[in-house]
């Protein structure tokens, strides 16, 4: 079975840098094969699309308005394995973050991992001072 694991969240001061790191257990499913999406939920909140690393090298990653100028999405296959840099992080940026494989990642949901894209865990970030 194939499942996805993320790792890389903590807590860090206003202006400060965080990697996350999604990585698919089973070879089974290449991350270069798939579309990876990093959502995230703040508690009261629904779950927002961040980002999207899409399979076709190509193509333009998608940023949400948010994470525009401050997040960048990347791929390593050898290790199956997507990251999302986040710097300059800001205190609306805490939530649980989450990363799904698919094809199809809706704008915002009103729950994470409730759609049939592969989802994982989700890794807690918190930004405060």
């Known amino acids: 079975e194939v499942q996805l694991k993320e790792s890389g969240g903590g807590s860090v001061q206003p202006g400060g840098s965080l990697r996350l790191s999604c990585t698919a257990s089973?070879?089974?499913?290449?991350?270069?094969?798939?579309?990876v999406a990093w959502y995230r939920q703040a508690p009261g909140n629904g779950c927002d699309l961040v980002a999207i690393?899409?399979?076709?090298?190509?193509?333009?990653?998608y940023y949400s308005h948010f994470a525009e100028g401050r997040f960048t999405v990347s791929q390593d296959n050898f290790h199956h394995t997507t990251y999302l840099q986040m710097n300059d992080l800001k205190p609306e940026d805490t939530a649980l973050y989450y990363c799904a494989a698919g094809q199809f990642f809706p704008t915002q949901l009103p729950e994470c991992a409730t759609d049939e894209n592969l989802w994982g865990q989700g890794t807690q970030v918190t930004v405060s001072s």
């Open positions: 089973a070879s089974g499913l290449p991350v270069s094969d798939s579309d």
């Open positions: 690393r899409p399979r076709v090298p190509k193509k333009q990653p």
